[in-house]
């Protein structure tokens, strides 16, 4: 037998493995770290060499509120099973009490209401977003810090053996979950060290010492990790395979969250009923001012959302409710100098879904009911051009 002596390339991942990095970098902005660590643990999954007796990939999310850790959570399962909603969230802040581990696992024999507690972590609830292709439950502990020490031990052996037995001893099975853990611990330092790095409408001044954007990222993720350590056990942080420090978002990634959230938006006006549907723009001016008036360092992305809700959303449903917006219009939202806010503009009105969905670009889901309409108003249209050609 001659070796060949080929160079691979390990760099290089597989098609699934792709697919879902793409579909990532489109839905989670400036947290490229946190992408990079999903892709691989599914790209081990995939080829079958995931520990057996484990858990696909156990997770612990660090950062400051609102730089997009449960966002990257839903927007996984998003990409692997077609529903952001797929995740199983556990809001660790319900879990302060030990005795309250009971609403996860069910009351044991013996117990007051034994048969009529209904724990939410069944075998059956876990599975019941495997679809044909993708058989991979997402489940989240969000502010897993806020939790008793009681659940930090359940966690254990799920997180070790992938098995959890219930108050009746029935046993569930997470060899096929991705098991995510969020928390803020950390989020004040972190925020403190990135803080003289951002600003609208001002230089970026420089921290002292003139340290690289690579070293700034190095202490903020040290200093996260710090204060999970300080926090948890070393056998609670050992059974973690990743632990990834999210960033405060600087401009350009909330330049590029607008984008995303005024899309959001206007997915929204088009699945609402077809008498409703318009499509709208803001211009670049208007842009600029919602993020103006959305950007705060310590709430991250969330004040964004609350800023647009306020200037966009509710005056475009007031317009919707008093009929001065139908179906079919193109709204126009610049900003207004002397006013200090925005101001709408009618453009165009009696578009088609169609037309709309070219205005908005490639990255518009046509709403399946008006898509439907859509088509069934191009078949009249040719079936009435046939009766005229034939008469």
């Known amino acids: 037998m001659s070796?060949?002596?080929?160079?691979?390339?390990?760099?290089?991942?597989?098609?699934?493995?792709?697919s879902l990095e793409k579909t990532l970098l489109k839905l989670v902005v400036g947290q490229d770290e946190a992408i990079e660590q999903i892709v691989n643990i599914y790209q081990m999954h995939v080829t079958g060499l995931c520990a057996p007796g484990r858990p696909v990939g156990n997770f612990l999310f660090l950062g400051p509120t609102g730089s997009g850790k449960t966002r990257?959570?839903?927007?996984?399962?998003?990409?692997?099973?077609?529903?952001?909603?797929?995740?199983?969230?556990?809001?660790?802040?319900?879990?302060?009490?030990?005795?309250?581990?009971?609403?996860?696992?069910?009351?044991?024999?013996?117990?007051?209401?034994?048969?009529?507690?209904?724990?939410?972590?069944?075998?059956?609830?876990?599975?019941?977003?495997?679809?044909?292709?993708?058989?991979?439950?997402?489940?989240?502990?969000?502010?897993?810090?806020?939790?008793?020490?009681?659940?930090?031990?359940?966690?254990?052996?799920?997180?070790?053996?992938?098995?959890?037995?219930?108050?009746?001893?029935?046993?569930?099975?997470?060899?096929?979950?991705?098991?995510?853990?969020?928390?803020?611990?950390?989020a004040s330092e972190m925020s403190s060290l990135v803080a003289p790095k951002l600003g609208f409408g001002k230089g970026l001044p420089v921290s002292e010492g003139n340290e690289s954007q690579e070293k700034l990222s190095k202490k903020v993720s040290r200093s996260g990790i710090e204060a999970a350590r300080r926090k948890f056990?070393?056998?609670?942080?050992?059974?973690?395979?990743?632990?990834?420090?999210?960033k405060p978002l600087g401009e350009s990634e909330l330049r590029r969250i607008l984008d995303l959230e005024l899309g959001q938006v206007q997915q929204r006006i088009l699945l609402s009923p077809a008498e409703k549907s318009f499509v709208f723009t803001v211009s670049d001016a208007g842009k600029q001012f919602l993020l103006t008036e959305g950007t705060d360092i310590k709430y991250g992305a969330r004040h964004l959302k609350r800023a647009i809700e306020r200037l966009l959303v509710h005056p475009l449903s007031n317009l919707m409710a008093t009929s001065q917006v139908n179906a079919g219009d193109w709204v126009q939202a610049d900003f207004d100098t002397?006013?200090?806010?925005?101001?709408?503009?009618?453009?165009?009105?009696?578009?088609?879904?169609?037309?709309?969905?070219?205005?908005?670009?490639?990255?518009?889901?046509?709403?399946?009911?008006?898509?439907?309409?859509?088509?069934?108003a191009d078949l009249l249209k040719t079936a009435s051009a046939g009766k005229s050609s034939k008469k």
């Open 3 to 18: 070796r060949l002596r080929k160079v691979l390339d390990p760099s290089r991942t597989g098609k699934d493995a792709e």
């Open 72 to 186: 990257t959570v839903e927007a996984t399962a998003e990409a692997l099973v077609h529903n952001p909603r797929a995740v199983i969230k556990i809001d660790c802040a319900e879990f302060q009490h030990s005795h309250e581990i009971a609403k996860l696992i069910g009351s044991p024999p013996g117990y007051l209401g034994h048969r009529e507690t209904h724990p939410l972590l069944s075998q059956e609830v876990i599975n019941q977003h495997h679809t044909d292709t993708v058989k991979i439950s997402f489940i989240l502990f969000d502010e897993i810090e806020k939790a008793s020490d009681a659940l930090w031990n359940l966690l254990l052996g799920i997180l070790d053996k992938a098995t959890l037995t219930l108050g009746d001893n029935r046993k569930v099975d997470f060899s096929k979950a991705m098991i995510f853990m969020t928390s803020n611990l950390g």
């Open 233 to 246: 056990t070393p056998e609670f942080m050992n059974r973690i395979d990743k632990v990834v420090v999210f």
């Open 338 to 376: 002397e006013s200090r806010c925005l101001v709408f503009t009618k453009e165009a009105e009696g578009l088609e879904i169609q037309t709309m969905a070219n205005m908005i670009g490639e990255n518009f889901k046509m709403p399946a009911v008006a898509a439907a309409a859509s088509a069934s």
